[in-house]
């Protein structure tokens, strides 16, 4: 099982096209809201979430993913509740992901360290930042911003299903190139 937290100004198409992607090739994913079961993005859109933190659990964890925006990604970092579980990803070597500004939430514990990585411009926090939409190395997928959405998401595929489950995702999905 995979945790996408949501909170309160998360950049919809960072969470929503991952979600997609994701439970696409049969992946269990499930939303957690912070703060509230009704996140709200930061272009309007509600979505109500699967759960609330106060149901978070690690039983079955496989990875948790951080859409990025403002202010989510700022109401993500404060959340008591996702830094115990990005420590508990971290320290259990499982799937971590962060899209947009929220790889800097990373960075700031000193998971990307040694890293190659990708974020939104001026989000960087140590070395390692790249120009590709989506990069993955060892279990940390990052993610550029709201028009890499697609990229993240193959990423995240590659990184628990493999490379080819997520290639034909991606031409069933008609995207060009794939």
């Given at each position: 099982?995979?945790?996408?937290?949501?909170?309160?100004?998360?950049?919809?198409?960072?969470?929503?096209?991952?979600?997609?992607?994701?439970?696409?090739?049969?992946?269990?994913?499930?939303?957690?809201?912070?703060?509230t079961?009704?996140?709200?993005?930061?272009?309007?859109?509600?979505?109500?979430?699967?759960?609330?933190?106060?149901?978070?659990?690690?039983?079955g964890?496989?990875?948790?993913i951080?859409?990025?925006?403002?202010?989510?990604?700022?109401?993500?970092?404060a959340?008591?509740?996702?830094?115990?579980?990005?420590?508990?990803?971290?320290?259990?070597?499982?799937?971590?992901?962060?899209?947009?500004?929220?790889?800097?939430?990373?960075g700031?514990?000193?998971?990307?360290d040694?890293?190659?990585?990708?974020?939104?411009?001026?989000?960087?926090?140590?070395?390692?930042?790249?120009?590709?939409?989506?990069?993955?190395?060892?279990?940390?997928v990052?993610?550029?911003?709201?028009?890499?959405?697609?990229?993240?998401?193959?990423?995240?595929?590659?990184?628990?299903?493999?490379?080819?489950?997520?290639?034909?995702?991606?031409?069933?999905?008609?995207?060009?190139?794939?």
């Amino acid at each position: 099982m995979i945790y996408v937290f949501l909170a309160d100004g998360f950049e919809e198409m960072e969470a929503i096209t991952p979600i997609d992607m994701l439970r696409r090739v049969g992946v269990e994913v499930v939303t957690v809201g912070i703060g509230t079961a009704t996140p709200c993005g930061s272009h309007g859109i509600a979505v109500k979430a699967d759960i609330t933190e106060a149901e978070v659990t690690t039983d079955g964890l496989q990875g948790v993913i951080l859409p990025g925006g403002l202010p989510g990604t700022t109401n993500l970092e404060a959340s008591a509740t996702v830094q115990r579980m990005l420590d508990y990803a971290a320290e259990n070597d499982l799937l971590i992901a962060a899209i947009c500004a929220a790889p800097s939430v990373l960075g700031h514990k000193g998971l990307l360290d040694g890293r190659r990585y990708t974020c939104f411009p001026g989000f960087e926090t140590v070395p390692g930042a790249c120009a590709e939409p989506a990069v993955l190395d060892g279990r940390i997928v990052t993610g550029k911003g709201a028009g890499a959405a697609v990229a993240f998401g193959a990423k995240l595929i590659e990184a628990l299903c493999g490379r080819e489950k997520a290639d034909a995702l991606l031409a069933t999905m008609q995207v060009p190139g794939a």
